[in-house]
Nanobody
Framework: VQLVESGGGLVQAGASLRLSCAVF????????MGWFRQPAGKEREFVAA????????YYADSVKGRFTISRNNNGNTVYLQMNSLLSEDTAVYHC???????????????????WGQGTQVTVSS
């Protein structure tokens, strides 16, 4: 299974970005999907998760109301729409997959089975 992210970049505070993650190699609906981020010098942290069907989502408190996770099961892609970006959102963002048909939850990194290579998001203040 391969996960390929795209969409990172350098933006000013208050701007928006949309990250994409395409999944190859297995039936996409076998997976709950998550986004994680890792600021420089810090541990990887949970950002958002979405159920295999797209019907349910879960967000970290730090991004609730600003970020939206969604998925296109026909296109084998999960997205993270990031609005009202803050300097503290600066990090490498990773998508991750976990075989699950249950409700999404604030996964730990060790819960996830497959990872993308990461994409850098830098927010200047």
């Amino acid at each position: 299974v391969q996960l390929v992210e795209s969409g990172g970049g350098l933006v000013q505070a208050g701007a928006s970005l949309r990250l994409s993650c395409a999944v190859f190699g297995e039936i996409f609906t076998n997976f709950a999907m998550g986004w994680f981020r890792q600021p420089a010098g810090k541990e990887r942290e949970f950002v958002a998760a979405i159920k295999w069907s797209g019907a349910s989502t879960y967000y970290a408190d730090s991004v609730k109301g600003r970020f939206t996770i969604s998925r296109n099961n026909n296109g084998n892609t999960v997205y993270l729409q990031m609005n009202s970006l803050l300097s503290e959102d600066t990090a490498v963002y990773h998508c991750a997959a976990k075989r699950s048909w249950g409700m999404p939850e604030p996964y730990e990194p060790d819960d996830m089975e497959y990872w993308g290579q990461g994409t850098q998001v830098t927010v200047s203040s």
